[in-house]
């Protein structure tokens, strides 16, 4: 069979860095909405300097998946995505045949062999190698989100969310790509990358990832922010909010973070509620607007009535 695979790529061609330097990549950020600390700035500098991937791991909401895509944004790249979940295989994550279009592919070639073409001087019917060579080209092939970045001409982000959803057998269909960004399809040869991609797995913690991975990768844990940092990206992302106010809800929130909660409130959460907050037109968090919109913030019953309890002492404080 005919290869499609090309030059293995070393660190020497992975093409001209991205950033400059780390306040670089801090203040591009910025621009498109994403407000990073140092060492969130620092790893997405070395990922894209040393190549490698990036292991995002922190509870849920507090802004893994969109750092991959404020990278894109950043970068200009294209986003492909692959969400990950219990069950996912290689045919959805990796490629597939199209096994449909395979079939009528045989049928047609059938249907040529047994016509009038088949006492045609000259005519025979396709042999099974032939056929072979036929159905199992290009134009059968369906791709998914890590072939798609694997063979991708333009700049890449390749987000693999949510990675501790998978079984470990497909978390070791990951290897390949991220030791050597090729993939192996048996009937057409090794795919490599031409350019590599930027990659950002993330993970919540539900289950222990492979030391394999993670050896393949840089290591991030992005946690609740600091109550200056979430005070700034709520005046960022909620449009029409005041200082006070912004001051109020990220106060309440860092203190509703310190009692025991089925689910703490993610960032994601915080400016639901400061977005509420603003459209009903409310400028200073009370008790009992606090207690009125707690809802919007827990998503637990137990948590509602738990917190309700500590509110009072929040927002006095």
């Not at 490698?52 to 944004?73: H, I, M, N, W, Y």
């Not at 060579?133 to 969310?161: H, Y």
């Not at 501790?164 to 048996?186: F, G, H, K, N, W």
Request: with cysteine.
């Amino acid at each position: 069979m005919t290869t499609t695979s090309t030059d293995q790529l070393g660190l020497g061609d992975i093409g001209p860095a991205r950033f400059g330097s780390i306040p670089a990549v801090r203040e591009g950020l910025a621009d498109v909405g994403y407000l990073a600390d140092e060492g969130i700035a620092g790893v997405v500098y070395l990922a894209d300097r040393l190549a490698k991937p990036v292991l995002v791991e922190g509870p849920a909401g507090t802004g893994k998946t969109q750092l991959a895509k404020s990278v894109a944004d950043l970068t200009g790249a294209r986003l492909i995505r692959l969400q990950c979940y219990e069950g996912l295989d290689e045919s959805k994550a990796l490629y597939e045949w199209n096994y449909r279009k395979q079939l009528l592919r045989i049928q047609a070639g059938q249907v040529l062999s047994e016509g009038d073409l088949a006492g045609t001087p000259g005519h025979h019917s396709p042999s099974w190698h032939e056929l072979e060579e036929d159905i199992f080209s290009e134009e059968f092939l369906l791709t998914r989100p890590l072939l798609e970045a694997i063979r991708a001409k333009e700049p890449v982000v390749l987000l693999i969310d949510e990675v501790d959803r998978v079984e470990l057998e497909t978390e070791a269909l990951l290897l390949e790509i991220l030791s050597e960004y090729q993939v192996s399809i048996p009937e057409l040869g090794t795919v490599r990358a031409t350019q590599l991609p930027m990659v950002f797995l993330t993970s919540n913690n539900t289950r222990e990832l492979s030391e394999a991975l993670k050896r393949r990768c840089l290591y991030l844990h992005i946690d609740y922010p600091d109550i200056d940092r979430e005070r700034a990206i709520i005046r960022a992302k909620v449009p029409g909010i005041s200082d006070e106010l912004a001051d109020q809800v990220a106060r309440i929130v860092r203190s509703l973070r310190t009692i025991e909660l089925r689910k703490l409130p993610s960032v994601s959460e915080t400016l639901d509620w400061a977005r509420t907050l603003v459209v009903l037109g409310i400028n200073s968090v009370d008790a009992a607007t606090a207690k009125d919109s707690l809802h919007i913030l827990l998503k637990y019953q137990s948590d509602i009535e738990r917190a309700a309890k500590e509110l009072l002492n929040a927002v006095e404080g």
